[in-house]
T-cell receptor, first 114, second 115 residues
């Protein structure tokens, strides 16, 4: 069964540094998402992306965040200047366009800001 | 605005016994409901969904969920729990026919199945 893959599995970064989290969505999927899960808390929506542009974004997704689909397979989340409170699990998800499909999630990247 | 409530942080059940993980929701219009499971150090794995039709939905690994519109609930059930079912379970909702809008998740319920 095709999967959403995320790299790296764990990223440790100094506060203030830029970080890029990478995702390869399922190949025939057209909608892409980023969610995050702070330790012990619920999963929160960050941003959705379709047709090479952001569809929706939450209040969390401020100017420090950006997303990009640089080629036909990757979908990246960039945090420009990381803060301690950015430490979380970041999940990429994708879904096909038709109907009301489930979103398929990757295993996540654990981001630790020091 | 959409919201999901999972009133139990933790559910403990003996192996072989039936299990229920509770979920109630609030959404404008008709709901599109999901259950996901998260094993340690893994992502969210889709279990089942409800759109329309039969109120009892069957999903992966023997799980099922019952949609109750009057109670705005979507409780997850399994007739006979396995130790391997121990994991974190998330209920999620979005409004039906709202395009591909994001999911709103509950805070999760940790299920522990004891041998």
């Amino acid at each position: 069964e095709p999967e959403v893959t995320q790299t790296p599995s764990h990223q440790v970064t100094q506060m203030g540094q830029e970080v890029i989290l990478r995702c390869v969505p399922i190949s025939n999927h057209l909608y892409f998402y980023w969610y995050r899960q702070i330790l012990g808390q619920k999963v929160e929506f960050l941003v959705s992306f379709y047709n090479n542009e952001i569809s929706e974004k939450s209040e969390i997704f401020d100017d420090q965040f950006s997303v990009e689909r640089p080629d036909g397979s990757n979908f990246t989340l960039k945090i420009r200047s990381t803060k301690l409170e950015d430490s979380a699990m970041y999940f990429c998800a994708s879904s096909v366009m038709k109907g009301n499909p489930p979103q398929h999630f990757g295993d996540g990247t654990r981001l630790s800001i020091l | 605005a959409q919201s999901v409530a999972q009133p139990e942080d933790q559910v403990n059940v003996a192996e072989g016994n039936p299990l229920t993980v509770k979920c109630t929701y609030s959404v404008s219009g008709n709901p599109y409901l999901f259950w996901y499971v998260q094993y340690p150090n893994r992502g969210l794995q889709f279990l089942l969904k409800y759109i329309t039709g039969d109120n009892l939905v069957k999903g992966s690994y023997g799980f099922e969920a019952e949609f109750n519109k009057s109670q705005t609930s979507f409780h997850l059930k399994k007739p006979s729990a396995l130790v391997s079912d121990s994991a974190l379970y998330f209920c999620a909702v979005r409004a039906l026919n709202s395009g591909n809008t994001p999911l709103v998740f509950g805070k999760g319920t940790r299920l522990s199945v004891i041998a």
